[in-house]
């Protein structure tokens, strides 16, 4: 209550500044936009000079292309507009009044010279702060291979116990493409090449337009995009010491109306490469079980995957793009462990011992086929007026099939324990409607429908013992053919109202959205199918409002504020109540009656930018209800049975820092911090209690331009200890290091990346209750090299 006080006097106090503006004396204001696709130019230069060619003043326009220069002098101006690649337009004796000056929409064309081949280097800085987002430039990260290597540049994203992507303790992200929700968000960010990539948007309070999925926000990836004409060829070959390689094409011809595109991947991903050692204690019918594993493992996927897709401009308001994509052969996941293991058992005065060789191997397969459509309508060259269809599907080429096998190798024969589990036939579809109207001169609307559908007809899981061929005997106690049903449909509708007034801006918006789900689980018994049904259907209202105030014309200083309501629904995994085997000690089982996750989130901040050189702050509470965490329970003997509940309610309350500053014109220097509170209020069966812990999480890049096409990246990042309802982790440190070298004008490149330098990317974790079991491990990964040759070709025009 005291913070929603204190967010409710930070906006009230921002709001009033407005009132003590000061006397403007002449400005200008106009936008930027590309001559050949009316598309904005974000950060062209504009140069104000008085007759006598001497300079007055200088900005560059925001993502919107839009530019404001104020407290002029009146009189007789040239204004010069440039950006890289273009040719620059220069407005000669302008008379600047003491009214608003409006230049209205200024295009450039692409320089003459570029027509045999185009190669710009990003000016952008690396990170920037936006009212609603944080934007990460992906040129600006070379050694980024794909989406996801970009949002270690994020301080407050981190991967949970689980793998999951969080942000500021326990939020989750929904992803999207170009402005529209994708199935699979997370693998796709582990695909898409970070060279096709314009830039990635951090959205921790999304406006009513987006998905209400994800507690904490929207992670969107813009990709490159154009319609000039030519041809864009890009590859990249990739090796490193732990044995991943991967090699990427891409070719993209665009002509006078239309265009296409092909590109490719033939991968072996290293996702982990790692020592353990585990000590684990549990007590269970009047008996202490004691084991000590020590393992190597390495977890992979092996890769391959064609897309094409074309572009076509019906007229000179229509577009149409269609995308399809095919993985060729399988999806191979292929995770392997290796080590020792001694167990003891105590019982009274009594003390067995026990120990073998351990091999687990886990192979993932799957093979998928997809292909999206948008269509869109401008009324207008500004795209104020629109109108937009999105289409998206995707389904299985062939079934899911996963196998982990655990082998306990004594002297004298070998124990195969482990399960076996499939998905049929699963089918992904997204359609997505919007229409936006601008119905004054500064207020704009917009509303939508969206669907999400999501069928499973089939999955099964089996856990079992298996022959050395490899067949699976079922445990006895384990239900005959098991499986599950699930179905999730999703509709939606939003609206919302944007409008500016002077220095303010307000973004206010409404969603609705009604939830359909189905998780039948069914299995043999005595001849007979026992089918077990579960329906849960519900409707949610989420509200948003985002509100700025500039501080000076040229939007360089800016207050904002944020409201968003946000849900985390389970994933369908998460909901089947099957056991399943997990490891040597521990078991999974879904839970059909986990609630969804609600958030509230608030936010206020500050920004304020130079030029590429920028400064922000932000203060920000979310509280979430029904939080999601996996929580054990001692199930028989040492086996612990994880399952997904309903925990209690989180708070987080903290500031976040961003800076960035070019020290010198060849040397940029990036920071980023995030300090919070975390409050776990634990309501669950017996444990009733509060989890405390202060978060911190820090990240220093610099970026160094160096002679001869040479550049040189060092990044420094700490992560705090954190800490949920059973399990706690050490922080850590890890820094990377990569030099880039370009050659012929830098058609080629090659870099070369050194990834925890110092080995300090190790810690332990610590797993508990009050009574029954206690779980200590140490994790550590080794430095590793990596080489990546790049050939990039445009003549794009």
């Known amino acids: 209550m005291v913070f929603k006080h204190f967010f409710l006097l930070c906006i009230t106090c921002f709001l009033g500044l407005g009132i003590n503006s000061y006397a403007q004396k002449a400005d200008i204001r106009g936008r930027v936009l590309d001559k050949a696709t009316y598309e904005p130019i974000a950060y062209a230069n ?23 220069i104020a407290r002029i002098t009146p009189g007789n101006y040239s204004i010069k507009i440039s950006f890289i690649g273009y040719n620059s337009v220069i407005l000669k004796d302008k008379f600047l009044n003491t009214e608003k000056n409006d230049l209205g929409d200024i295009v450039l064309e692409v320089l003459a010279e570029n027509l045999k081949e185009v190669v710009v280097k990003s000016s952008r800085p690396p990170l920037t702060y936006k009212v609603d987002r944080k934007v990460i430039d992906a040129r600006s990260f070379p050694g980024a291979d794909v989406a996801m290597d970009l949002l270690e540049n994020v301080p407050s994203v981190q991967l949970s116990f689980d793998g999951k992507l969080t942000y500021r303790g326990d939020g989750t992200f929904k992803v999207y493409i170009n402005g529209n929700p994708t199935p699979n968000g997370e693998e796709k960010l582990r695909q898409i090449p970070a060279n096709q990539i314009d830039r990635m948007e951090i959205i921790t309070n999304p406006s009513a337009k987006y998905d209400s999925e994800g507690t ?75 084991t000590t594993l020590n393992t190597d493992h390495k977890n992979r996927e092996n890769k391959s995957y064609i897309e094409l897709g074309f572009n076509h401009d019906f007229t000179e308001r229509d577009y149409i793009n269609f995308s399809g994509y095919i993985y060729p052969s399988k999806t ?116 939508g429908l969206n669907i999400n559908i999501d069928d499973i007809p089939k999955a099964t899981s089996t856990s079992g013992t298996f022959d050395d061929k490899g067949v699976i005997t079922k445990f006895a106690n384990e239900p005959l053919n098991q499986s599950v049903y699930f179905n999730q449909k999703i509709y939606s509708a939003f609206l919302t109202l944007e409008t500016e007034w002077k220095r303010f801006a307000l973004l206010v ?58 849900i985390h629904r389970p994933d369908y995994w998460s909901l089947l109540p099957m056991e399943q085997y997990q490891s040597l000690y521990s078991y999974y089982k879904g839970n059909g009656d986990l609630k969804p996750a609600h958030s509230n989130a608030y936010e206020v901040g500050y920004k304020k930018s130079w030029n590429r050189d920028f400064i922000a702050a932000e203060v920000f509470w979310r509280n979430t209800s029904d939080v999601t965490q996996d929580y054990a329970q001692v199930d028989s003997s040492n086996v612990l049975m994880y399952s997904p509940e309903n925990v209690g309610k989180s708070t987080n ?28 209020k634990v309501d669950f069966e017996n444990q009733h209690n509060t989890v405390k ?63 925890n330098v110092f080995s300090t990317l190790n810690y332990h974790t610590i797993s508990k209750n009050d009574t029954d079991f206690y779980i200590n491990n140490y994790y550590k990964e080794k430095p590793f090299v990596s080489l990546r040759i790049i050939y990039s070709f445009n003549n794009q025009k």
């Open 46 to 68: 504009i140069f104000l000079f008085t007759e006598r060619d001497s300079f007055v003043k200088g900005t560059i326009t925001d993502e919107k292309g839009v530019f404001r």
């Open 693 to 755: 812990s202060l978060r911190y999480s820090g990240r220093i890049n610099n970026t160094i331009k160096l002679p001869q096409s040479f550049t040189f990246r060092w990044d420094l990042s700490y992560r705090s200890p954190i800490h949920d309802a059973q399990r706690k982790r050490d922080g850590y440190f890890v820094s990377n290091m990569s030099l880039r070298k370009g050659f012929l004008n830098n058609r080629w490149a090659a870099i070369i990346a050194y990834n």
């Open 509 to 566: 918006g409404a969603r609705l959205e009604s939830t359909h789900r189905q998780s039948d689980y069914s299995y043999d018994l005595n001849g007979q199918r026992i089918t077990i049904p579960s329906k849960n259907n519900f409707t949610d209202f989420f509200p948003t409002i985002h509100l700025s105030y500039s501080l000076d014309e040229s939007e360089s200083a800016q207050l904002y504020g944020s409201y968003s309501k946000r």
């Open 332 to 447: 191979k996941k292929h995770n392997k462990s290796k080590g020792v293991v001694h167990e003891s058992i105590a019982e009274l005065s009594n003390v067995t011992d026990n120990g073998y060789d351990y091999l687990s191997e886990l192979n993932y397969n799957y093979q998928y086929v997809g292909a999206t459509l948008s269509y869109d309508h401008k009324f207008n060259k500004e795209r104020t007026h629109l109108l937009s269809l999105y289409l998206d599907y995707a389904g299985y080429l062939r079934d899911l099939e996963e196998r982990q096998i655990d082998s306990k190798i004594y002297t004298t024969h070998t124990e195969r324990v482990g399960y076996m589990a499939s998905e049929k036939n699963e089918t992904i579809f997204v359609g997505k409607l919007s229409y936006k109207l601008p119905i004054h001169k500064n207020i704009t609307l917009e509303s």
């Open 216 to 290: 904490a926000g929207i992670i969107q990836v813009i990709l490159k995009k154009n319609r000039l004409e030519g041809y864009n060829i890009t590859s990249t070959l990739k090796l490193d010491s732990r044995g991943e390689y991967y090699g990427l094409f891409s070719v993209d011809k665009k002509g006078e109306k239309s265009g296409w595109y092909i590109q490719g991947q033939l991968s072996r991903y290293i996702w982990e490469k790692y020592s353990e050692n585990e000590y684990q204690k549990v007590e269970s019918e009047n008996k202490v079980y004691e």
């Open 653 to 680: 309350i903290g500031v976040e820092l961003m800076a960035g500053v070019d020290v010198f014109t060849w040397w940029n220097v990036n920071f980023s911090s995030s300090l919070f509170s975390y409050r776990l």
